[in-house]
């Protein structure tokens, strides 16, 4: 009969452990070749101010949106010509996610969280001071979920968020590189 017990016992206490979590990452091209830049240097540079109160909700990501960022322009362009007096510049001028709260539309129906994603990146090749070439990208991704959600499915959304802000942001600032600067 104790043995049955203890069978028992540890059963419940295996249940009732909490679900494992998925893995957080953001694709930030690490694996991809580098963009060579005929430039001395690439700077990064952010304009980003933080928050810690609603609606900002970026402390509570496992990878801020403007740490994904970052990440994305260290493992993606390569400065190539140390002698060139030139320097390309990527500022990171937005890169919020707030949260805001949507009541249903009657009382038997859930209340969702609804999650935005606002960016802006700037770059900009600069020699001497001065302006050669400047291209902005900016947009955002938004995503609703129940409030009752499992931090499991917030996650995967902030995720799905955040890589696609990372696509588009290196679709458009990639392409948008002057062939004067690229090296061939």
């Known amino acids: 009969m104790k043995y049955i017990i203890s069978i028992c016992f540890l059963l419940f206490l295996n249940a009732c452990q909490a679900p494992a979590l998925k893995r957080f990452s953001v694709y930030t091209y690490a694996e991809e070749k580098p963009i060579v830049l005929n430039v001395s240097d690439v700077v990064l540079q952010s304009e980003i101010q933080r928050y810690d109160r609603l609606p900002h909700i970026e402390e ?5 949106p403007e740490d994904a960022l970052k990440e994305w ?6 400065a190539a010509d140390k002698l060139s007096s030139a320097q390309a ?3 990171i001028k937005q890169a919020y996610m707030t949260q805001k709260e949507e009541k249903g ?12 994603l606002t960016y802006e990146v700037q770059m900009a090749f600069v ?8 291209h902005s990208v900016n947009g955002w991704e938004s995503s609703s979920l129940p409030q009752r959600s499992s931090l499991s499915d917030k996650e995967a959304a ?4 955040l890589n696609a802000m990372v696509r ?3 679709q458009q ?4 590189v002057p062939t004067v600067f690229k090296v061939r």
């Open 89 to 91: 510049v990527i500022t």
């Open 168 to 170: 588009k942001v290196n």
């Open 173 to 176: 600032l990639t392409e948008s």
């Open 73 to 78: 322009a260290d493992n993606r362009f390569y």
């Open 105 to 116: 539309p009657n009382w038997y129906t859930f209340d969702n969280d609804a999650y935005r």
């Open 60 to 64: 509570k990501l496992p990878i801020s």
């Open 127 to 134: 020699d001497n001071g001065k302006v050669l070439y400047q």
């Open 158 to 161: 902030w995720q799905k968020m």
